[in-house]
């Protein structure tokens, strides 16, 4: 999610959807173990690209639906 181009993120961003909607619990893991994994996500919430934003927004609250664990760190974090 580091890259800039729109076309790059948007299709990490629908592959992350599709693991969401498949393997939750293992997306929801490896996002955890991450040590920055939950921020980056978050910073693609200030792309300037509706797009984007519209997709980064469709796989956080995926996310957040299935772990108590992520909606209390997103709280804390200030997402929504």
């Known amino acids: 999610l580091e890259e800039r181009d729109w076309a790059i ?3 990490v961003l629908k592959i992350m959807g599709a693991l969401q909607a498949k393997r939750p619990s293992e997306l929801q893991a490896a996002i955890l173990a991450s040590p920055q994994g939950l921020a980056r996500l ?3 919430l200030g792309d300037n690209r509706e797009i ?3 997709e ?3 796989v956080l609250v995926a996310l957040t639906q299935g772990s108590l664990e992520l909606n209390k760190i997103m709280a804390f974090e200030g997402a929504f």
Do not use: A, F, Y
């Open 9 to 11: 993120r948007l299709s």
């Open 56 to 58: 980064v927004l469709l």
């Open 52 to 54: 984007i934003r519209n």
């Open 42 to 44: 978050m910073d693609v």
